[in-house]
């Protein structure tokens, strides 16, 4: 996106530079790297993803962070210049559950199991919100396990769950791919399914081999032809931009990321902040515009609805669809069940700005 500002003549007639540092998925090593980025590089913005352990000191700073989600802290008023565009947890399942519903897997009585990370992405907050959220559908959910990629297994867990008679396990683990493999190594598989928002990523699913065949996941974005909506100049001006700038992503598994497409609409969104300031560029004008967005469109994923510090949404639809895995090409692939769609429980959890209020109440904002 950036690359392709600059080549359309930058933002008044500065070019935008892109600093990237790793982390190695380790918090300390993000913390120092964006210090790093704010004192020494002297960053207009961030982009992060999972950055829980730098709320505080870009929040300090005031610098406009766009961040993946996922956990209460991206969607909290405590941290008002950091701007999910990815998704949150518990809306994500909130609309696996309805979807799930609409396709008639979801029966009264039917027995759950929550697998929930508490490592890179902690879902532990969440963790009464989400057996609600499934107890609103008449499920009993009868095991809440701590799943962690450092935990290097699932057998544990998927013993336990058979044990149990469990129906359907809701993944809220980035560790999902290693319950699926362990449910191989084991022949079992629940007798309503498996899926939720960690399965998403076309690349991990691949990952977990064949038995991920049938397990339900969700998107932000559209597919590479446009669907579950039409194809668009937008999509092709996606797909000529990593063509250009990034082939090696131009394939149908990076494509259909949520990941990517998220945060390519996310820098959609900064340009946009960026391009509004006029002459002088400055953090204070960038987050007074993303705090004022309303219905900001994308044209790869449903509009970003709101990023005002107590009613912070990102998009928050999706779609969703079974995985089907080719064994041929060892490839996992899916289609869109029907289009996007919200949670009908978002106004029994408090309407459109529920997460914010929530993720308030747990971090006792």
């Given at each position: ?274 391009e509004a300031q006029g002459e002088f ?10 705090q004022g967005v309303e219905d900001f ?5 449903p509009s970003i609805k709101s990023m ?58």
């Amino acid at each position: 996106m950036f690359q392709t500002v600059n080549e359309a003549g930058g933002i008044q007639g500065r070019d935008l530079r892109l600093i990237a540092y790793d982390d190695g998925g380790d918090s300390s090593q993000m913390l120092a790297n964006v210090r790093k980025l704010t004192e020494e590089d002297k960053v207009i913005a961030l982009v992060t993803g999972l950055g829980d352990a730098a709320l505080d000191y870009v929040t300090g700073k005031e610098v406009p962070t766009i961040s993946f989600g996922v956990t209460p802290g991206a969607f909290s008023s405590k941290y008002p210049t950091v701007y999910p565009v990815v998704g949150n947890a518990l809306l994500w399942t909130q609309e696996i559950i309805a979807g799930l519903d609409e396709n008639g897997v979801i029966e009264p009585g039917i027995k759950v199991a929550i697998p929930y990370d508490t490592g890179l992405i902690d879902i532990s907050p969440y963790l009464d919100a989400l057996k609600e959220s499934w107890e609103n559908y008449g499920a009993e959910v009868v095991s809440t396990d701590a799943l962690t990629l450092e935990t290097g297994t699932c057998e544990p867990q998927v013993l336990k769950w058979r044990e149990l008679g469990v129906d359907w396990v809701d993944f809220q683990s980035a560790a999902w791919f290693l319950c699926v493999q362990a449910a191989s190594d084991q022949n079992w598989k629940p007798a309503k399914g498996m899926g939720g928002w960690p399965a998403s990523v076309p690349t991990i699913a691949s990952l977990a081999g064949p038995f991920v065949e049938g397990v339900w996941a969700g998107s932000n974005g559209d597919q590479p032809d446009g669907s579950p909506r039409e194809l668009t100049a937008a999509h092709e001006e996606f797909q000529s931009a990593l063509e250009k700038h990034y082939p090696d992503m131009l394939d149908p598994q990076h494509l259909d990321s949520p990941a990517l497409l998220g945060y390519y609409a996310g820098s959609k969104l900064m340009v946009a902040a960026l391009e509004a300031q006029g002459e002088f560029i400055t953090r204070q004008g960038v987050n007074e515009w993303i705090q004022g967005v309303e219905d900001f469109e994308t044209g790869i994923t449903p509009s970003i609805k709101s990023m005002a510090p107590d009613c912070k949404t990102g998009s928050e639809e999706v779609w969703i669809g079974p995985w089907e895995y080719d064994e041929a090409t060892k490839i996992a692939s899916r289609k869109p069940v029907g289009g996007y769609f919200t949670s009908p429980q978002k106004e029994d959890f408090g309407g459109k700005c529920f997460l914010t209020a929530l993720s308030d109440e747990i971090l006792g904002v």
